[in-house]
């Protein structure tokens, strides 16, 4: 069985590794010279204490190679759509069944042997080209502090496995439901971007629980480097949040927002204030306006407003990563099942 299956693939495989090997020389040849770009840029701002500005000052690898980087988000749907939705639904197309599953070979059997290979050769595939782009995002994700950011988490770490094996199974399992290639490539690839939608959007944020840090309306307080912020904003002394106004000035040039205070929450002292205040221009950022302090600053102050910031720390990327995969093993996993439930009890 395991003879034939390479006879049946060896076009497939030959393709891929030669897609793979394609990526990872180009993938390593720029990963190197980004690489060394960084360490003498880290380098040159340690002797001369400048390194809070590298991120504003430095520009790493080609736009290009990180367009191709992103592209890679659809290679397991590709395995998916092309490999895996005809396992079933081009054998019983083509007629292959009724010779293939009247033999000593049970359906299970069969089923279990293509299956098993091409699940392996996903992950194995989905693995390496996450570690290409892993070890090639290394400096990037130094510099930008962006890996647990949606997309650059996709495409790192061990998630992108997880996403190869969904895929597949989706592909195998659409296409023992439905027997036919081309609704097994819809159904797969509507599946496969639906499922990744929802589980970025909707469930990732919710992994673990978020933290959520108050602070002073006159502090510069940032989350730490490489957060993930999921919302930000004030809070009055009740901690009801408080919803900015579309303009930061009216049309009378007097401010509608003081330190990302809405002026219409202010106590009537504060807005006492804030005629006096002057001008705010437009280019001047909401929440900004009160650095030299005095009385309207003093006010705010001791009306107990605070600033809030809610986020997922960077250093949980490898716990989010492995709950991801998990997620998506399981689900690969139940697709499956399905696939054998369907092969064995449906006939040929």
Not at 3 to 28: E, H, N, P, S, V
Not at 107 to 127: C, Q, S, T
Not at 155 to 176: E, K, S
Request: proline share 4%.
């Amino acid at each position: 069985m395991t003879w034939l299956l390479w006879r049946q693939y060896r076009l497939q495989a030959a393709i891929a590794a030669g897609l793979l090997a394609a990526f990872a020389l180009l993938l390593l040849v720029t990963g190197a010279q980004m690489a060394s770009q960084w360490h003498s840029a880290v380098s040159a701002c340690t002797a001369d204490h400048s390194c809070g500005s590298l991120a504003n000052s430095l520009s790493l690898g080609n736009h290009a190679v990180y367009d191709l980087t992103i592209f890679s988000l659809a290679v397991p749907g590709v395995i998916g759509l092309l490999i895996g939705a005809p396992v079933v639904a081009g054998e019983v197309e083509s007629g292959t069944v009724n010779f293939a599953w009247t033999q000593s070979v049970t359906r299970g059997r069969w089923l279990m042997a293509k299956a098993g290979w091409l699940l392996l050769a996903a992950a194995v595939w989905g693995g390496c080209v996450s570690a290409l782009v892993t070890w090639w995002s290394g400096p990037r994700n130094a510099l930008y502090g962006n890996a647990l950011q949606p997309n650059n988490f996709d495409m790192q770490g061990i998630v992108p496995v997880g996403y190869a094996l969904f895929g597949m199974a989706l592909g195998i399992a659409a296409g023992a439901l439905l027997r036919r290639t081309l609704p097994a490539i819809a159904v797969t690839l509507a599946g496969f971007v639906g499922v990744r939608v929802v589980v970025a959007q909707v469930f990732r944020a919710h992994y673990m629980t978020a933290v959520t840090t108050y602070y002073s309306v006159m502090s510069s307080w940032r989350p730490p480097a490489g957060s993930w912020v999921l919302g930000s904003g004030v809070v009055d002394k009740s901690g009801q949040v408080l919803a900015a106004p579309d303009m930061v000035v009216n049309q009378n040039g007097v401010p509608n927002v003081i330190a990302g205070i809405p002026v219409s929450d202010l106590p009537a002292a504060c807005k006492a204030l804030v005629a006096t205040f002057g001008k705010v221009t437009r280019a001047a950022p909401s929440g900004t306006g009160l650095q030299g302090g005095g009385p309207l600053a003093s006010c705010i102050q001791s009306a107990r407003f605070r600033q809030f910031a809610t986020y997922q720390p960077i250093s949980r990327f490898w716990a989010f990563q492995s709950i991801e995969t998990v997620i998506f093993l399981a689900v690969a996993a139940a697709l499956i099942g399905v696939a054998f439930a369907v092969i064995r009890r449906r006939d040929a």
